[in-house]
């Protein structure tokens, strides 16, 4: 089965500007999240969705980064503004359904602000 | 709230010799924990999970709650075992599905 897709892989932009990333997931799961890793950390979830509802944005900075599924299937991941430390991989991962299953990971897009 | 310390950021052994990987959790319930690995230029994949009791590439992690803690161990190292190797977590509740990472463990295994 097509994995669980990301775009762009890279991405360089000064501090302020705004990015957005795209997410593809596998085709039938329900369950989407996306996770930024910091150089040297493990990944943490900054975002849960089951189909196109929200189930936990609790460590999304929601002053600057927005999130949206709008038909249950793709999602996008915005920073506007962004900050130095921002910089970091942003992670798309997605599961059958909500609950203790495998996720599967996509390629991350490494997002540099200088 | 849910907690992953994984106390060794880099660990190093010679092809053929055991490995423990340590992993010790916070977490004030019944948690699911897991093992993701990160190959070089490859994606995060499970690697196991406590539940499934399986053994995967020789890899074993039992889930000792007196001691919160969810090591994996191999008996024989392989030189494709290197690889960044993450705990995980995933609670009750509000947090069920939600992975928690630990920060990650480098492995190499030396020839």
């Known amino acids: 089965e097509a994995g669980v897709a990301q775009s762009p892989r890279y991405k360089i932009i000064e501090k302020r500007q705004s990015v957005a990333f795209w997410c593809n997931p596998i085709?039938?799961?329900?369950?989407l999240y996306w996770y930024q890793q910091i150089l040297g950390q493990g990944p943490k979830l900054l975002i849960q969705?089951?189909?196109?509802?929200?189930?936990?944005d609790s460590q999304l900075p929601k002053d600057r980064f927005s999130a949206e599924r709008l038909k249950g299937v793709d999602s996008t991941l915005k920073i506007q503004p962004a900050k130095l430390e921002d910089s970091a991989v942003y992670l798309c991962?997605?599961?059958?359904?909500?609950?203790?299953?495998?996720?599967?990971f996509g390629p991350g897009t490494r997002l540099t602000v200088t | 709230a849910q907690r992953v310390t994984q106390p060794e950021k880099l660990l190093s052994v010679f092809k053929g010799a055991p490995v423990e990987l340590k992993c010790n959790y916070s977490?004030?319930?019944?948690?699911?924990l897991f093992w993701y690995v990160q190959y070089s230029r490859q994606r995060l994949q499970l690697l196991l999970r406590?539940?499934s009791r399986e053994s995967i590439k020789g890899f074993t992690a039992d889930l000792n709650k007196g001691e919160t803690s969810f090591h994996l161990k191999k008996p024989f190292a392989q030189e494709e075992d290197s690889a960044m190797y993450y705990c995980?977590?995933?609670?009750?509740?509000?947090?069920?599905?939600?992975?928690?990472f630990g920060q990650g463990t480098i492995l190499t295994v030396h020839p």
């Open positions: 991962a997605s599961s059958f359904q909500d609950g203790p299953y495998e996720q599967y």
């Open positions: 085709s039938g799961h329900a369950t």
């Open positions: 969705f089951q189909n196109n509802g929200v189930v936990d």
């Open positions: 977490y004030s319930g019944s948690p699911e």
């Open positions: 406590h539940i």
């Open positions: 995980a977590l995933s609670g009750q509740g509000t947090s069920y599905g939600k992975l928690t």
